[in-house]
T-cell receptor, first 116, second 111 residues
Framework: GAGVSQSPSNKVTEKGKDVELRCDPISGHTALYWYRQSLGQGLEFLIYFQGNSAPDKSGLPSDRFSAERTGGSVSTLTIQRTQQEDSAVYLC??????????????FGNGTRLTVT | GDSVTQMEGPVTLSEEAFLTINCTYTATGYPSLFWYVQYPGEGLQLLLKATKADDKGSNKGFEATYRKETTSFHLEKGSVQVSDSAVYFCAAGAAGNKLTFGGGTRVLVKP
């Protein structure tokens, strides 16, 4: 597609359930990022992929959070045993070249996760 | 680690007023600097960027100059419009590192 696509756009889940969030980056983009944006807050870095490997996953809040990327393309962020504090907008972005270069990030519209 | 600090909002101003949003950074290496904007109901998009000291990024009437000596990248616009109402994020990223964002500044322009 023309841009970064995220699904679902909205997800409501009960506390304790597992959720999977999907990101389809722009074709050919080698770098992929996950960020989290809580209500009224800035962007919190979660994890970054270069190809299929994750050189930096320092932002994952706990071991309930994991992510993978396959084929250098699609990425899935999984949250196990969701908690109410996990409620946020989860943003995915991709860039043509490696993180930190002057290659800008292209963001998806995010997945709004609500844990009840 | 890297960090970006920007002025807290909201910033409320009238149409045609001058806008400045301050941004300072700490980063390892020599970062590239960015301003991203999030319009109501839309995703984040790149507004402008600068990759080395004294570079000036510009777009849509906005400007920001990479000041290495003060580690700053302040965003300015001489005459804002209602359509500039948005949340603005400053970001920094050094080679090989993730992009670190500031907390965002909400700007509201009233007619």
């Amino acid at each position: 597609g023309a841009g970064v696509s995220q699904s679902p756009s909205n997800k409501v889940t009960e506390k304790g359930k597992d959720v999977e969030l999907r990101c389809d980056p722009i074709s050919g983009h080698t770098a992929l990022y996950w960020y989290r944006q809580s209500l009224g807050q800035g962007l919190e870095f979660l994890i970054y992929f270069q190809g299929n490997s994750a050189p930096d996953k320092s932002g994952l809040p706990s071991d309930r959070f994991s992510a993978e990327r396959t084929g250098g393309s699609v990425s899935t962020l999984t949250i196990q045993r969701t908690q109410q504090e996990d409620s946020a907008v989860y943003l995915c972005a991709s860039s043509l070249r490696r993180a930190g270069s002057n290659s800008p990030l292209h963001f998806g519209n995010g997945t709004r996760l609500t844990v009840t | 680690g890297d960090s970006v600090t920007q002025m807290e909002g909201p910033v409320t101003l009238s149409e045609e007023a001058f806008l400045t949003i301050n941004c300072t950074y700490t980063a390892t290496g020599y970062p590239s600097l960015f301003w991203y904007v999030q319009y109501p109901g839309e995703g984040l998009q790149l507004l402008l960027k600068a990759t080395k000291a004294d570079d000036k990024g510009s777009n849509k009437g906005f400007e920001a100059t990479y000041r290495k000596e003060t580690t700053s990248f302040h965003l300015e616009k001489g005459s804002v419009q209602v359509s500039d109402s948005a949340v603005y994020f400053c970001a920094a990223g050094a080679a090989g590192n993730k992009l670190t964002f500031g907390g965002g500044t909400r700007v509201l322009v009233k007619p």
